[in-house]
Nanobody, 123 residues
Framework: QVQLVESGGGLVQAGGSLRLSCAAS????????MAWVRQAPGKEREFVAV????????VYAASVKGRFTISRDNAKNTVALQMNSLKPEDTAVYYC????????????????WGQGTQVTVSS
């Protein structure tokens, strides 16, 4: 079983950047497809981005494509989400999630979750 811990959230002005990190323990991350999922106040969780176990394949939600970049370092057991050109609508709790299979854009298919990190974008 893998444990996930997110970091890097905070308050940023619109147009700014943040880099989120997810550190794993318990199992090697190379066994998992890794995703970022977010949940805004009063809304359901929403898929943001996913990366395959070897980093070759990535998929992004239309709302973040071209602004966010997901990456991973299996040697360090970490996954990152670089967020640029942030908008107020990006405000949410961001979760790191893992599944021991192919990449998926349906967040309910992920088995392991971190506690989340808050990202707030002010206008």
């Amino acid at each position: 079983q893998v444990q996930l811990v997110e970091s890097g959230g905070g308050l940023v002005q619109a147009g700014g950047s943040l880099r989120l990190s997810c550190a794993a323990s318990g199992r090697t991350l190379s066994d998992y497809a890794m995703a970022w999922v977010r949940q805004a106040p009063g809304k359901e969780r929403e898929f943001v981005a996913v990366i395959s176990w070897n980093g070759v394949n990535t998929v992004y939600a239309a709302s973040v494509k071209g602004r966010f970049t997901i990456s991973r370092d299996n040697a360090k057991n970490t996954v990152a989400l670089q967020m640029n050109s942030l908008k107020p609508e990006d405000t949410a709790v961001y979760y790191c999630a893992a599944r021991s299979s192919k990449i998926a854009t349906t967040w309910t298919l992920y088995n392991y979750w971190g506690q989340g990190t808050q990202v707030t974008v002010s206008s």
